[in-house]
């Protein structure tokens, strides 16, 4: 279990987001809503280190105590951006293999190719393109996707990843995720839209209002 307790996000001066306590159960798929500019995608780049917003915080795991391990072993984290960068020079399909390399779970690069087909209508060319330069932004989305695949991560922080994206996408990154979110695989996916609500259902929703966060869980954990 991930537990987060009274963490401040600033930004410079500004305080985007105060006291924050957020508990992620092992198998929980979450939920993030809360109006534009509120703070979801500062409070995701804390949590994964990847900007330098000054926080004070308190994470206790009890497998890693004392430990904020998703920040030490990068292996297990996933992040998926909401505006993903265009790379020219890097081909996909070379730094998914390297991402594979580096997560070494003992499935080889060729099998997770194959649990791509599975999960996902890929067109292959596009795995020889340069890293989304010229795709459009559904295709980016579904990308990221496919690098999450990739990586197996067991926390998965997605941000908006059906934004932008139709109805029948938005229905098949439902499946996508569902069909990756097993037991030991930990989701908190922002979202604005009711519809990836609907069709994920979650353990959980986490609402940021006036900088706070309030939480509605539907399961009761031990
Ligand atoms: N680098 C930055 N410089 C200045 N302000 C920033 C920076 N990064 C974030 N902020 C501010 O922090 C606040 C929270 O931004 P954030 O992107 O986390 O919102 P959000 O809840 O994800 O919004 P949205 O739903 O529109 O994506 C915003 O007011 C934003 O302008």
């Known amino acids: 279990m991930i537990k987060i307790k009274h963490i401040n996000i600033n930004f410079k001066t500004k ?10 159960f092992p198998g929980e798929l979450c939920i993030m809503i809360g109006e534009n500019g509120i703070g979801k995608t500062c409070f995701i780049n804390t949590l994964s280190n990847m900007d330098n917003y000054t926080h004070q915080d308190w994470i206790d795991d009890k497998q890693h105590r004392g430990g904020m391990w998703w920040r030490k072993d ?19 399909i070379h730094f998914l293999r390297l991402i594979s390399k580096r997560n070494n779970t003992g499935n080889t690069f060729t099998n997770k190719l194959q649990k791509l087909n599975k999960f996902m209508d890929v067109d292959n060319n596009m795995l020889y393109r340069p890293m989304n330069v010229g795709f ?29 994206l139709d109805s029948k ?21 922002v979202t604005h ?24 869980r539907k399961k009761c954990y031990a």
């Open 169 to 189: 996408k938005t229905t098949s990154i439902s499946k996508i995720l569902l069909g990756f979110n097993i037991s030991n695989r930990t989701f908190l996916v």
């Open 74 to 92: 990068r292996s297990t984290v996933f992040v998926g951006f909401q505006h993903p960068v265009e790379i020219p020079g890097i081909i996909y």
């Open 136 to 164: 459009s932004g559904g295709e980016k989305r579904m990308f990221e996707l496919i690098q999450m695949i990739i990586t197996e991560p067991s926390l998965c922080f997605l941000d908006e990843p059906d934004s932008g």
């Open 15 to 24: 305080r985007i987001l105060s006291n924050v306590s957020l508990r992620l």
């Open 193 to 216: 839209n009711p519809k990836l609500l609907n069709h994920l259902s979650p353990d959980s929703i986490y609402n940021l209002i006036n900088n706070k966060v309030i939480c509605f």
